[in-house]
C-alpha cells in the first residue's frame, strides 16, 4: 500500500478556522487532490470545514487523527492547519457546531478511493502490528478475535 505523505506544518498558509466553530479537539489537515474533492464531499455521512485552491482540497479533522492509521497515498496529512497550499479558501461551512469531517469514515472513503484496504495498528498489544478490514475475524498477535453467533432461534 503506497502511503500517504504526513507532513509537519511548519511551512505553509494557515487555513482561518472560523472562530464560531469550536475546536476543542484541537485541529489536523487532510488534503487530496481537487479532482477527488466533489467525488468525496458528496458521499460522506457529514463534513466539516473544507478549504480548497486549485489543486487540492483540505478537510479538518481532530488532532491526531492518523493516531495508528496509515492515510494511503495519495492522502496528505499535516499536523495543525498550515498546509502546502496557495490560496486556500473555506468552501464548505459544516451544519455540526464543530469544524471536524469524522475522520474514520473520511478514512475508509480515502482509502476506497485509493484502491487499498483500510489497515490500522492494532495498539491493543503494543506491537502495532496491524490489522486491516479483510482481516477481520482473524486473530492477531495477542488479540483473539469471536466469530458473530445468530441468536438462538425461539420456539415456534
Known amino acids: 500500500m503506497a502511503l500517504g505523505l504526513?507532513?509537519?506544518s511548519a511551512r505553509g498558509v494557515p487555513?482561518?478556522?472560523?472562530?464560531?466553530?469550536?475546536?476543542?479537539?484541537?485541529?489536523?489537515?487532510?488534503?487530496?487532490?481537487?479532482?477527488h474533492g466533489f467525488r468525496l464531499m458528496a458521499r460522506l455521512p457529514r463534513t466539516g470545514c473544507v478549504f480548497a485552491d486549485t489543486d487540492w482540497w483540505w478537510w479538518i479533522v481532530p488532532a491526531g487523527s492518523d493516531l495508528?492509521?496509515?492515510?494511503p497515498s495519495p492522502a496528505r496529512y499535516v499536523t495543525g492547519t498550515?498546509?502546502?497550499a496557495?490560496?486556500?479558501?473555506?468552501?464548505?461551512?459544516?451544519?455540526?457546531?464543530?469544524?471536524y469531517t469524522?475522520?474514520?469514515?473520511?478514512?475508509l472513503m480515502v482509502c476506497q478511493l485509493a484502491?487499498?484496504?483500510?489497515?490500522?495498528?492494532?495498539g491493543a498489544d503494543g506491537g502495532g502490528t496491524g490489522t486491516t478490514a479483510a482481516g477481520?475475524?482473524?486473530?492477531?498477535?495477542?488479540?483473539?478475535?469471536?466469530?458473530?453467533?445468530?441468536p438462538a432461534r425461539q420456539g415456534g
Open 68 to 71: 495508528d492509521l496509515s492515510w
Open 136 to 150: 477481520a475475524g482473524t486473530t492477531s498477535p495477542g488479540i483473539g478475535t469471536v466469530p458473530a453467533q445468530r
Open 6 to 8: 504526513r507532513e509537519d
Open 82 to 84: 498550515t498546509v502546502p
Open 102 to 107: 469524522p475522520p474514520i469514515p473520511f478514512y
Open 86 to 99: 496557495r490560496h486556500p479558501k473555506l468552501i464548505h461551512w459544516p451544519q455540526a457546531p464543530t469544524p
Open 15 to 35: 487555513l482561518p478556522l472560523p472562530a464560531t466553530l469550536p475546536a476543542s479537539l484541537g485541529c489536523d489537515a487532510v488534503g487530496l487532490p481537487a479532482e
Open 115 to 122: 484502491g487499498t484496504a483500510p489497515a490500522w495498528a492494532d
